[in-house]
């Protein structure tokens, strides 16, 4: 039902994987690394965009380790990059931002997340399984489209 919700939520259609994510990726992890400096622990690359091969919605999953004390001065910092918070979004353990491009399209999604954390563990689990079993990955990329097409 999450993985529903999460379509609902983010319409894009499901294309084919874009051998640009992982540069875009390292891209937007230099301009997080300038803006938000010593506060960031730990930097990572996550969802379908991560996984070579893997069809996904264009856009960029990035997931910000910091602690607690420093979220509310990395929303701030973020706003800079054109990240929005979007608290609907939010959970314990994670706080939800997006970036939108100058027409108001997702672009990038960015979970700031405790170090280490259940949210931080659960993610990079997940991403790895996919990395690593290409049956797993065709599976689950099977799955997202008919649920694109479903909420079509």
């Known amino acids: 039902m999450a993985l529903l919700a999460s ?5 894009e259609i499901v ?12 891209a937007e992890r230099r301009l997080l690394e300038a803006r ?3 506060a ?4 990572e690359h996550i969802g379908s965009t991560s996984v070579l091969g893997l069809a996904a919605k264009p856009l960029i999953d ?4 910091v ?3 420093q979220v509310p001065g990395c929303v701030d910092a973020l706003a800079e990059l054109r ?7 939010d959970f314990p353990g994670r706080v939800f931002l997006r970036r939108l491009d100058s027409h108001g ?6 979970s700031l997340t405790e170090p280490g954390g259940a949210y931080w563990r659960d993610q990079l689990a997940f991403r790895d399984a996919l990395r690593a079993d290409r049956e797993l990955a065709a599976r689950y990329a099977e799955l997202k489209r008919a649920l694109a097409e479903n909420l079509a």
Request: glycine fraction near 4%; hydrophobic fraction near 40%.
């Open 36 to 38: 938000l400096g010593s």
């Open 7 to 11: 379509f609902a939520m983010c319409p």
């Open 83 to 89: 990240y929005r918070r979007r608290a609907d979004r």
């Open 15 to 26: 294309c084919d994987y874009d051998p640009s994510w992982p540069r875009a990726f390292e």
């Open 40 to 43: 960031i622990e730990g930097i």
């Open 67 to 69: 602690s607690a004390e």
């Open 62 to 65: 990035i997931m910000v380790a």
């Open 105 to 110: 399209r997702a672009t990038h999604h960015l």
